[in-house]
């Protein structure tokens, strides 16, 4: 079992090895029942982490912020989040 905050601050990596943030959220959906993980809240690092590791610049590997779903995730690692290969930004416009 893991905890929800021991979500919160890891990297988000896809399977190609894409940065898309770090977790700063947890979305939950509430319900009869026990509440359920409906997907995570990515974005770029905190200030804080900024200014105390510049290997966290943005690079040409790291994708912008969003929301990922929670089936899209593929394992909980120590310190990142494996999740399933999204299309580039600009496929997704292709797309439309």
């Known amino acids: 079992?893991?905890?929800l905050s021991e979500l919160?601050?890891?990297?988000?990596v896809t399977e190609s090895g894409w940065s898309i943030g770090y977790v700063f959220d947890i979305r939950v959906?509430?319900?009869?029942?026990?509440?359920?993980v409906v997907g995570l809240v990515v974005g770029a690092p905190g200030l804080t982490q900024h200014l105390l590791r510049e290997a966290h610049r943005r690079s040409p590997?790291?994708?912008?912020?969003?929301?990922?779903p929670w089936e899209?995730?593929?394992a909980i690692e120590s310190k990142v989040i494996r999740?399933?290969?999204v299309g580039s930004p600009e496929e997704e416009r292709e797309e439309i």
């Open 1 to 3: 079992m893991i905890r």
């Open 8 to 12: 919160i601050g890891k990297e988000v």
């Open 29 to 36: 959906e509430l319900g009869r029942g026990l509440p359920k």
């Open 61 to 68: 590997t790291t994708r912008s912020q969003g929301a990922v």
């Open 72 to 74: 899209a995730v593929l």
């Open 83 to 85: 999740v399933r290969d």
